[in-house]
């Protein structure tokens, strides 16, 4: 599962972890024992399917997987926002089931509870549970859609088609491998967290309702331009585009990744476009 609602936390380490039986099929990788997967990363901008709050959120991600035989997992980890004193800006705990059916086809079912700090500026505060279903069919290349219910103050519901691809580039010896996966992502989705986002914005920089309205001397009220939609609408949202370069030595990985997201027509938002430059670190044991 890409847990694109954790902003790119999990997107990019999950693009890792998936990528990695591409170079370890080993006699343990076959035999699917017990594994615990570490991943770090660190991100330019917080992304929520492609989209951004209006403030820049710069981050880092630090998660622990384990995986049993029969492909049930369990997770813990959290993130930092580097602008913001709160530690940690959010934790989260989560577990699902993963398995195959043939060669060719995955299936990927789980629930994540998150922790925000409070006043947590980010998009998908509001909504700190998260179930996902998912099923991918490896061909020519891998197709994965995905299915994420989140809720909490908001219930929304989103859809992620991707459509990705390992692309061999070089090994240095025999046990490394560096390579591309690219990946097309359409994500289509309802806004109801968006309502919540802008009412709790308003709060965190509503002073002059803290002074009766009364605003200071060369202070003006915050500005907020945004465009208004149902929000209970089930509209595209965005269209992402990413190129991650991976660099694979037996059991972990460096990652460096960047992600464009055209947002669609219907959507909330002050750019129509959003930008994220990832690095990360696995390891698997």
Request: negative net charge; proline residues 4%; glycine residues 6%.
């Amino acid at each position: 599962m890409k847990a694109l609602y954790f902003l790119t936390l999990a997107f990019a380490s999950a693009l890792v972890a998936d990528s990695v039986p591409c170079l370890a099929q080993t006699a343990d990788s076959i035999t699917r024992k017990t594994t615990f997967t570490w991943s770090t990363l660190l991100s330019n901008n917080a992304n929520y399917y492609g989209q951004a709050a209006t403030e820049r959120l710069p981050f880092a991600y630090t998660d622990l997987r384990m995986r049993t035989a029969v492909g049930w997992y369990v997770s813990a980890g959290g993130y930092q926002l580097l602008k913001e004193g709160a530690f940690p800006s959010e934790w989260h705990v989560g577990t699902g089931l993963d398995f195959s059916i043939g060669k060719q086809i995955s299936l990927n079912v789980g629930y994540t509870r998150s922790f925000y700090s409070d006043d947590s500026p980010l998009l998908q505060a509001s909504n700190p549970n998260s179930i996902s279903a998912e099923i991918g069919f490896n061909h020519l290349f891998q197709t994965d859609l995905e299915g994420d219910y989140n809720f909490g103050k908001e219930n929304d519901f989103f859809t992620t088609l991707t459509n990705s691809k390992v692309v061999p580039l070089h090994s240095f010896t025999d046990k490394d491998l560096l390579y591309v996966k690219p990946s097309v992502a359409l994500t289509a989705g309802t806004q109801r967290y968006y309502t919540t986002y802008l009412e709790e914005k308003k709060r965190r920089f509503g002073l002059p309702d803290l002074l009766g309205n009364k605003i200071l001397p060369n202070e003006q009220e915050p500005e907020y331009d945004e465009t208004t939609v149902q929000s209970t609408d089930f509209k595209m949202l965005s269209y992402n585009f990413q190129v991650p370069l991976i660099w694979q030595y037996r059991s972990s990985a460096i990652l460096l990744s960047y992600q464009l997201s055209i947002l669609g027509k219907d959507v909330s938002a002050e750019q129509r476009h959003n930008s994220f430059l990832n690095v990360g670190y696995f390891y698997q044991f």
